[in-house]
């Protein structure tokens, strides 16, 4: 019986360190891989908010993150801030919260159109009108992507969608408009295929004070363009390629979106104005004198 002999390799090459992604302290990198289909563009905008905290170089302990329900909600669990997931709808007064209560935070809303102008619609006109201290990142892909293509507030009209079969024959929201009509001092909007742009805009945004309101259009294959026929991801980024325009000032009221039409991006509101803590404390300290204490810069706790 012969007997064969293997040889053991030594000779393997030496390993090479892989270099830390620039944004990986800003992410939970053991829970990646993340949830999202291929080609949804909520991972883009996740990317552009992390970088834009890279080069603000804010301290990621004054910081938190507050998400809704939805695909755009599962955000919070990805940023490596204290984050918050709550219930639907409820991302902005969640958020409103935390911010008065502890006044030197950054605090930010991510969440999806369904989730902030769907069920939180009511939240969201109040704390624009309000000038609440938040910076919300609103991802609309123009449905209801994680309970099964339902109509949304931003669907666009004669787009399908699995509650609108035949086509939507409501008339959905203009969100840069709404919020700007409210008060909003800071509103803009881009596609998730701007990334710089998109990037620049969020780094500006965190230095402002106020209702600041980023609209980011991104696509939704698995539902939205499956009903519309609208082909893959990629399909939906070279469409923004072509037919994204960019105006900045644009009046916001011509910013609507019809079906398959060209997308209106830019910076359209920026504007200085109090928000609703210091009107807040305007107010009562006219009326109530030296018996009236502002909320300290680190709210009502003592913080080792």
């Not at 289909?37 to 302990?61: H, M, N, Q, S, W």
């Not at 918050?84 to 030197?104: C, N, Q, S, V, Y």
């Not at 994680?146 to 109509?151: E, L, R, S, V, W």
Request: aromatic share 8%; proline share 7%; with cysteine.
């Amino acid at each position: 019986m012969s007997t064969t002999t293997v040889e053991t390799r030594t000779d393997f090459p030496p390993q090479v360190a892989i270099p830390e992604h620039p944004t990986a302290p800003y992410l939970r990198m053991e829970r990646i891989p993340h949830v999202w289909c291929p080609g949804c563009g909520i991972g883009t905008v996740v990317k552009c908010f992390a970088t834009a905290l890279e080069r603000t170089g804010i301290d990621l302990d004054k910081a938190s993150v507050v998400s809704g329900i939805g695909c755009s909600g599962r955000a919070a669990g990805y940023l490596k801030l204290d984050g918050f997931h709550t219930t639907h709808g409820r991302a902005i007064p969640f958020a409103t919260g935390l911010k008065l209560g502890r006044p030197e935070l950054l605090v930010t809303v991510f969440s999806g159109d369904g989730d902030l102008a769907g069920i939180g619609g009511n939240h969201f006109i109040h704390a624009a009108r309000r000038n609440m201290d938040l910076l919300v990142i609103l991802i609309n892909n123009f449905i209801y992507g994680m309970t099964g293509g339902q109509n949304a507030p931003t669907t666009p009209l004669t787009a399908k969608s699995s509650t609108m079969p035949f086509g939507n024959f409501e008339p959905p929201f203009n969100l840069p408009h709404l919020a700007a009509s409210c008060g909003a001092p800071y509103v803009a909007r881009w596609t998730c295929l701007h990334i710089r742009r998109l990037t620049w805009t969020i780094e500006e945004a965190i230095a402002r004070k106020g209702f600041r309101l980023i609209e980011v259009i991104a696509p939704c294959p698995t539902l939205y363009a499956r009903l519309n026929k609208l082909g893959t991801g990629l399909d939906g980024l070279r469409f923004y390629h072509d037919n994204a325009e960019i105006r900045h000032g644009a009046d916001t009221s011509t910013l609507d979106i019809d079906f398959q039409e060209s997308i209106v991006c830019g910076k359209f509101v920026d504007e200085e104005k109090p928000t609703f803590s210091e009107l807040m404390d305007r107010h009562y300290g006219s009326v109530l004198g030296e018996r009236y204490r502002p909320m300290g810069p680190e709210g009502g706790w003592q913080h080792a």
